[in-house]
């Protein structure tokens, strides 16, 4: 099986954010954000697969500061780990005032989606391996199965009971020999 390193899958992409982005007080709409977010991942999904991929999850997106119009959005995505026809993909964004914040970027966001590779005819097909090397990649790498666990378990496509790894990490969080933490 062909593999790939997470660098091979990185995509880097700016948007201005302009008033027909905006809500009634000049803030981005998250679900304009979504939408590139969902852009930017899919291409670096698509970089690993080379195939069309779809957005089966997401995890938990918080909005944690405004996005102001005409700031500078920047979202990079990158893949952290492929299981068999389902890839996993980090989102970072970043936001940008280069006027007033002469420059500063600001992280505001960042997600893990999932995608699966379709063929032609629409049904999920293997995609390649990915290695990861630097320390951050290794940890993200490990734990994407617990991540993987979890949105199958909240889709209701598997139960906690077949899912040994999730299920100790759980044990874990709840005995406090693990800080709770964000998967
Ligand atoms: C995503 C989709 C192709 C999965 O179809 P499916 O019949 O569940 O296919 P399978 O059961 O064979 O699963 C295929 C892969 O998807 C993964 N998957 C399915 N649902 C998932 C979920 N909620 N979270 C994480 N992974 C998921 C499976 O684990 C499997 O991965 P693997 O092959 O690496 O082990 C199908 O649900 C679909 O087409 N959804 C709509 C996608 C779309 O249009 N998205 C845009 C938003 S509207």
Redesign the pocket.
């Known amino acids: 099986m062909e593999v790939k390193r997470p660098s091979d899958t990185l995509v880097i992409m700016n948007e201005m954010v302009l008033p027909n982005d905006t809500n009634t007080l000049h803030n981005l709409m998250g679900g304009r954000l979504l939408h590139w977010m969902d852009i930017a991942a899919a291409i670096s999904a698509q970089k690993l697969a080379h195939a069309a991929c779809?957005?089966?999850?997401v995890n938990n997106v918080s909005f944690n500061q405004p996005i102001k119009l005409g700031e500078v959005v920047t979202l990079q995505a990158k893949c952290v780990r492929?299981?068999?026809?389902?890839i996993e993909v980090y989102i970072e964004v970043w936001t940008q005032n280069l006027i007033k914040g002469k420059g500063e970027k600001v992280k505001c966001n960042e997600a893990y989606y999932?995608f699966?590779a379709?063929s032609n005819e629409g049904k999920?097909i293997p995609v390649a391996g990915i290695e990861p090397l630097s320390d951050d990649e290794i940890h993200q790498y490990k734990t994407a199965l617990l991540r993987?666990q979890l949105?199958?378990v909240a889709?209701g496509?598997t139960s906690i009971h077949d899912t040994p790894e999730l299920k100790a990490q759980f044990e874990k969080w709840i005995s406090g020999e693990d800080k709770l933490m964000e998967i």
Not at 54 to 57: C, M, Q
Not at 82 to 86: A, I, K
């Open positions: 779809v957005t089966a999850a492929s299981f068999n026809t389902s999932t699966v379709l999920p993987r949105k199958l889709a496509k």
